[in-house]
């Protein structure tokens, strides 16, 4: 059972060798059946935006070993190559997810249903195009319920979004420290006067916060009294409207980070970097690959080599900014086969909620078969104190083949990370870097650039292969 699902009672997520299933509730079921027959769910399936989604008739038991609850219905989801969190997300990736979130609830509106939340986690990718994969969270809308997924869209999307667009605060620690999103009154409190006057926070914001404190812990039931009043479609639809507009002209403020310009700042030589993409090419071409990952993936370059013979690329980097320029070249491309998401590797994202079982690891979420790692252990060697046997000790649990990057302390760039510190890094030493690589993995090919200060190698796994 998928554990991030245990929250709704309506429902469970659970997978087997044969895909990706939902267990349905009587009330699901009945909201599953009103929902197949819309014109909107079958056109926004067809275009990709809804996961595809069929009903399937195995007994409902078959699946329900160590679950409990009344099951009536089994849907079953195509299955997304690999699961990300909005946490690992670049600023043009939660504003796309925030986008489809509204795009989805106005069309349902429009034939009488409704998005019951509006949790960014219900959000996954194909590549660059976001995926809505929680179909159970579409309703019939009873004629005046307001929009109950309103705070939870602005908690998981619009703050997150406010926060770095107006203040300039990257928002993925802010969604990893709080699974569900930034509260109404700890955002209202990072807001200057200035700030009321930007689009959508005295609406979306002031007045949200100041509502939560007046009737946070009041015994009023805000929703009845709502509805009794009679709260029409067309409020929500307006507000839908207005979010949209306020979301799509957000923009990050324009500045460079220390890689986001890596192709025009790196130290490589032109010949060097030839023989490098050459290098990690016959590597890729060595063999069909399921999943890649590419560490410290910079703006993508050797993504893209790796995705002409992988099925798909998780491409990592701590960067947000050269994440986010990645992202919007691919997207510009419409490539589904690599995914690039923002991760710092010595704090990546660990196992999050109730009992550490919500969201998982980012290793828990799928090992790759080959991963790439150019350019990077010097980082986390010496800026992130990771000795160095650990980080191929790590490399080696992942069960993976390597193209590793390994730069002498020789090389400019390692002088540059030196030249404020005391070396104390005994550790990082080519000798000490060929034996621990060796105890793990058998080195087929191995080339030193023309600079002389950096060496490729390309190794195959032991554990795996053995």
């Given at each position: 059972m998928e554990p991030g699902s245990f929250r709704d009672r309506n429902g469970r997520v659970?997978?087997?060798?044969?895909?990706?299933?939902?267990?349905?509730?009587?009330?699901?079921?009945?909201?599953?059946?009103?929902?197949?027959?819309t014109l909107f769910f079958q056109r926004l399936m067809s275009d990709g935006k809804i996961v595809e989604t069929e009903r399937v008739h195995p007994e409902p038991r078959a699946l329900t070993h160590g679950i409990d609850g009344n099951w009536a219905a089994v849907l079953k989801h195509r299955t997304v190559p690999f699961?990300?969190?909005?946490?690992?997300?670049?600023?043009?990736?939660?504003?796309?997810?925030?986008?489809?979130?509204?795009?989805?609830?106005?069309?349902?509106?429009?034939?009488?249903?409704?998005?019951?939340?509006?949790?960014?986690?219900?959000?996954?990718?194909?590549?660059?195009?976001?995926?809505?994969?929680?179909?159970?969270?579409?309703?019939?809308w009873e004629a005046g319920e307001p929009w109950i997924g309103y705070r939870q869209f602005c908690q998981l999307f619009l703050y997150p979004l406010f926060l770095?667009?107006?203040?300039?605060?990257?928002?993925?620690?802010?969604?990893?420290?709080?699974?569900?999103?930034?509260?109404?009154?700890?955002?209202?409190?990072?807001?200057?006067?200035?700030?009321?006057?930007?689009?959508?926070?005295?609406?979306?914001?002031?007045?949200?916060?100041?509502?939560?404190?007046?009737?946070?812990?009041?015994?009023?039931?805000?929703?009845?009294?709502?509805?009794?009043?009679?709260?029409?479609?067309?409020?929500?639809?307006?507000?839908?409207?207005?979010?949209?507009?306020?979301?799509?002209?957000?923009?990050?403020?324009?500045?460079?980070?220390?890689?986001s310009d890596y192709e025009r700042f790196h130290t490589y030589t032109n010949e060097d970097l030839e023989r490098k993409a050459a290098f990690v090419r016959r590597a890729v071409h060595s063999r069909p690959w399921n999943l890649v990952w590419d560490?410290?993936?910079n703006t993508g370059a050797f993504s893209r080599i790796a995705s002409e013979n992988a099925r798909y690329v998780v491409a990592m980097d701590a960067d947000h900014l050269a994440v986010e320029r990645f992202y919007q070249a691919l997207r510009s491309e419409g490539r589904e086969a690599i995914l690039p998401l923002v991760m710092n590797l010595s704090d990546s994202s660990p196992d999050l909620g109730w009992r550490g079982l919500e969201r998982k690891s980012i290793v828990?979420?799928?090992?790759?078969?080959?991963?790439?790692?150019?350019?990077?252990?010097?980082?986390?060697?010496?800026?992130?104190?990771?000795?160095?046997?650990?980080?191929?000790?790590?490399?080696?649990?992942?069960?993976?083949?390597l193209v590793i990057e390994f730069i002498l302390k020789e090389d400019p760039m390692v002088r540059t990370l030196l030249r404020n510190k005391a070396d104390h890094y005994d550790d990082y030493d080519l000798a000490v870097f060929e034996g621990s690589l060796s105890a793990s993995f058998e080195v087929i090919e191995r080339e030193p650039l023309g600079n002389g200060t950096r060496i490729l190698f390309f190794a195959r796994n032991r554990v795996r292969t053995g």
């Open positions: 659970v997978y087997t060798a044969e895909g990706v299933f939902r267990l349905l509730s009587d009330h699901a079921l009945r909201q599953w059946e009103a929902l197949s027959k699961v990300s969190y909005p946490y690992e997300w670049c600023f043009g990736m939660l504003q796309d997810a925030a986008l489809l979130q509204l795009e989805l609830l106005r069309a349902a509106l429009d034939e009488d249903m409704i998005l019951k939340d509006a949790s960014a986690y219900n959000v996954q990718w194909i590549g660059t195009r976001p995926i809505f994969i929680d179909v159970p969270s579409f309703e019939e770095q667009a107006y203040k300039n605060v990257s928002f993925q620690p802010w969604l990893r420290g709080q699974i569900d999103g930034i509260d109404p009154e700890q955002f209202n409190r990072l807001m200057s006067l200035r700030d009321l006057a930007r689009p959508g926070v005295f609406s979306h914001v002031f007045l949200q916060a100041k509502m939560q404190a007046r009737y946070g812990s009041s015994d009023k039931d805000i929703r009845t009294t709502m509805k009794s009043v009679g709260f029409h479609k067309n409020l929500i639809l307006s507000n839908v409207d207005r979010l949209r507009k306020i979301v799509r002209r957000l923009s990050l403020k324009p500045r460079e980070s220390e890689w560490l410290g993936c828990g979420r799928g090992k790759p078969d080959l991963t790439l790692c150019l350019a990077l252990i010097h980082h986390l060697v010496i800026t992130a104190n990771i000795p160095l046997p650990e980080l191929v000790d790590w490399l080696a649990a992942l069960g993976t083949d």
